[in-house]
Antibody
Framework: QVHLVQSGAEVKKPGASVTVSCKTS????????INWVRQAPGRGLDWVGW????????QFSLNFRDRLTITWDAPTATAYMDLRSLTSEDTAIYYC??????????????WGQGTLVSVSS | VVLTQSPGTLSLSPGEGATLFCRAS???????VAWYQQKRGQAPRLLIY???TRATGIPDRFSGSGSGTDFTLTISSLEPEDSAMYYC?????????FGGGTNVGI
């Protein structure tokens, strides 16, 4: 069975950084991708970025490009999202989601449970 | 690519049908559109991909259609558990984008 299990909720101050992890199991990443999608309170879904195994150049939404790092740790089958210089507008639930292909042009068939990141002074 | 969903809200009764629309600001390559259902407090769930293919385990009362710039999700006979937000997503162009959602209340 496919599982994506994310790390727990985070509370951060403006200007800080946050790392969210997504541990995967039940599939071989070489045929898929891991994407990050966020959802601000009461708002819709917003694609953040993408990574696939062996691809050293993850793709990001331009809204996050300078503040975001996405990595894949093959031994633990875990994806990480690092977001820097946080502002209150980054307060959201961050989801990891499996892309059905290794291409960035993909939709998402399995999702993590979500990680709430709250940014407040 | 900006996706505009309509209507914003639907309020219907069990057994009725629902038609949800998703319009793209420019043509989407092929039929690279997916639909998701999201219930309160839950992660989204894939319903439809390739504009018209039901995902695994999705009841056949859900169907999708469309191409180019106009796409539709139809729910043929609503059940109470279909109360949710519904989002379309395009994956024919980078960055990937989602519509603003339609809230279906039953």
């Amino acid at each position: 069975q496919v599982h994506l299990v994310q790390s727990g909720a985070e509370v951060k101050k403006p200007g800080a950084s946050v790392t969210v992890s997504c541990k995967t199991s039940g599939f071989n990443i070489s045929h898929y991708s891991i994407n990050w999608v966020r959802q601000a309170p009461g708002r819709g879904l917003d694609w953040v970025g993408w990574i696939s195994d062996g691809n050293v150049f993850p793709q990001f939404s331009l809204n996050f490009r300078d503040r975001l790092t996405i990595t894949w740790d093959a031994p633990t089958a875990t994806a990480y999202m690092d977001l820097r210089s946080l502002t209150s507008e980054d307060t959201a639930i961050y989801y990891c989601a499996r892309g059905i292909s290794a291409s960035v042009s993909t939709h998402f068939d399995h999702w993590g449970q979500g990680t709430l990141v709250s940014v407040s002074s | 690519v900006v996706l505009t969903q309509s209507p914003g809200t639907l309020s219907l009764s069990p057994g009725e049908g629902a038609t949800l629309f998703c319009r793209a600001s420019q043509g989407i390559g092929g039929t690279s559109v997916a639909w998701y259902q999201q219930k309160r407090g839950q992660a989204p769930r894939l319903l439809i991909y390739g504009a018209a293919t039901r995902a695994t385990g999705i009841p056949d009362r859900f169907s999708g259609s469309g191409s180019g710039t106009d796409f539709t999700l139809t729910i043929s006979s609503l059940e109470p558990e279909d109360s949710a937000m519904y989002y379309c997503q395009q994956y024919g162009n980078i960055p990937l984008t989602f519509g603003g959602g339609t809230n279906v209340g039953i």
